[in-house]
Every structure is written in structure tokens, then in C-alpha cells.
């Protein structure tokens, strides 16, 4: 068994080995979009890192299904800003792009603002310990579902509809490091229409197209709540939604475009 999703490359700080934890549900031979989507976090905290600021958004296009393959990570700071400004990152194979992200990285109040207390994110959802872990129904013998813990306040894999889930990676994303908030929160953020699924795993696809993770503030503790619904439309496209929560309250919100149909 690996142990990390990824193996950086000793001769190439950009580049990185995926191991079999990154495989996700669709095809034995192309990743979950929750591992790549954390590396493309990865590397935008490490691009030009200023004190002081903090990443509050990330929207990851995902160009494509992506191999069980090395990837390379470039970044970039595409619009510099002295209180606000956009980073960008792309993932490639050796035969080109597959995944591509922004993120807006802002400066931090200091002092902090004196917010009305009312008016802060407020509100809790079932702790981890208090909820069930769970195994995500799966022929392979390793892949994203063995990486990461889940663990339902509501819902299930086979409930159809609405649910509440909490994900901990048991991984590091990159081997040798310490997953951050970030890449913590990206990697469970995308499972928000697998969690909330409203159509038969067996006999529909429902693959997103993008993830888009919004955050107020990084969470706390090894656990990422998903308070996730779909909304599906019989023309084939739909929305996953995700409340995003700590063990102390909110900490933003992420969605996700789905393409859904019938497999094979």
C-alpha cells in the first residue's frame, strides 16, 4: 500500500509520481478529481508565498480524465495585487494539460475587523464521532476510497438524495509533508456528488466537469464536513452543492458541474 497520493520527483521539484490511492470510482485507470485537485492546492500555496495572505477561492477546470500517470505542476502569479491577487496552476501529463485552476489569495485583516458577532458564520453539524464510518462500495482492492475515512451524519452511498459527511484524509497528498487546510478541504470537496447522489452508481455516470471551492476560513483538525445535495435535470446536466464545515462551524461552500448519463 502507497503512503502518500503522490511521490514528489527527487530530480524535479515540479513533477510528481501518482500512486494507486489517487484512483477514483469511473475507471480503474484514471484518478479521483479530489487527489489532483489537492496537488494543484499544493502547489499554488507554495507559489511566491507572501505573509500574511491567505488562498479564499480555487476553481479547478478538470480538461479531461486523468491518468495514473506523472504529473508536472506549473504555477504562476498571473494578476499581483497588494491586497488581492490571482494565482494560476496547470497539471500535465507527458501528453499535455488535464487539470487547470485559479485561485484569489487575499491579504488578512490585521488588525482583524470588528465583525457583529450576529453576523459571523454560525451553526454545527453531527461530529465525526458521532456519525458512521462507512466503506465506499468499490471492485478495486485500492484507490481514493482507501485514502480517506468517511463518515455519514446523514445520509449513504446507497441513500439516494442528501447528505451530511465527514472526510479525513489518512494520507499525506504529497509524500514527506503534512496535508494543509487547503489541500484538505480540496480533496474531500470533491466527493460532494458522490456523497449526495441521486442516481444509481451502477447504471448512471455522473462526473463533474470543475470544482470550485470558496472558503472564508481554513478549516481546523483533520476533518472536512460536506453538508452536499445534487440537483439533477433529465436534459443531463447537474449541480452539486456542498456546505462546507469544521468541527467549530462553517468554513465556505463548494460546487460542482456535473455530466450525467447512462454508463457504457
Known amino acids: 500500500m502507497p503512503d502518500a497520493f503522490y511521490m514528489p520527483d527527487p530530480t524535479d521539484p515540479s513533477r510528481f509520481v501518482s500512486t494507486e490511492l489517487t484512483r477514483g470510482p469511473w475507471s480503474p485507470d484514471a484518478q479521483h478529481a479530489g487527489p489532483p485537485s489537492a496537488l494543484l492546492g ?5 507559489c511566491a508565498p507572501r505573509e500574511g495572505f491567505q488562498i479564499g477561492r480555487v476553481a479547478v477546470e478538470i480538461l479531461g480524465p486523468v ?3 506523472p504529473l508536472t ?11 488581492v491577487e490571482l494565482l ?4 500535465s501529463t507527458d501528453r499535455g494539460p488535464v487539470m487547470r485552476a485559479n485561485a484569489w489569495r487575499f491579504k488578512l485583516a490585521d488588525p482583524p475587523l470588528a465583525v457583529p ?7 454545527i453539524r453531527p461530529l465525526p464521532e458521532a456519525a ?11 484507490g481514493f476510497h482507501t485514502g480517506i475515512e468517511y463518515r455519514f451524519a446523514e445520509g449513504s452511498f446507497m441513500a439516494m438524495g442528501p447528505a451530511v459527511c465527514w472526510i479525513r484524509l489518512k ?11 487547503l489541500e484538505r478541504t480540496l480533496a474531500a470537496a470533491d466527493s460532494g456528488n ?8 451502477s447504471k448512471f455516470l455522473f462526473i463533474n466537469t470543475d470544482l470550485t471551492v470558496t472558503l472564508h476560513r481554513m478549516p481546523e483538525g483533520e476533518w472536512v464536513c460536506l453538508d452536499a445535495v445534487t440537483h439533477p435535470q433529465p436534459h443531463g446536466i447537474g449541480l452539486a452543492e456542498s456546505q462546507l464545515f469544521d468541527q467549530s462551524g462553517p468554513i465556505g461552500r463548494g460546487t460542482q458541474t456535473l455530466l450525467l448519463g447512462p454508463r457504457g
Not at 42 to 46: C, F, K, N, S, Y
Open 88 to 91: 494560476e496552476a496547470e497539471l
Open 67 to 69: 491518468p495514473l500517470a
Open 194 to 201: 458522490g456523497v449526495s447522489s441521486v442516481l444509481d452508481w
Open 171 to 181: 494520507y499525506p497528498i504529497v509524500a514527506g509533508t503534512a496535508p494543509s487546510p
Open 42 to 46: 499544493h502547489a499554488l500555496e507554495r
Open 132 to 142: 458512521e464510518p462507512v466503506q465506499f462500495p468499490s471492485d478495486q482492492p485500492v
Open 117 to 123: 458577532a450576529e453576523f459571523l458564520p454560525s451553526g
Open 73 to 83: 505542476v506549473r504555477t504562476r502569479v498571473a494578476r499581483p495585487g497588494r491586497s
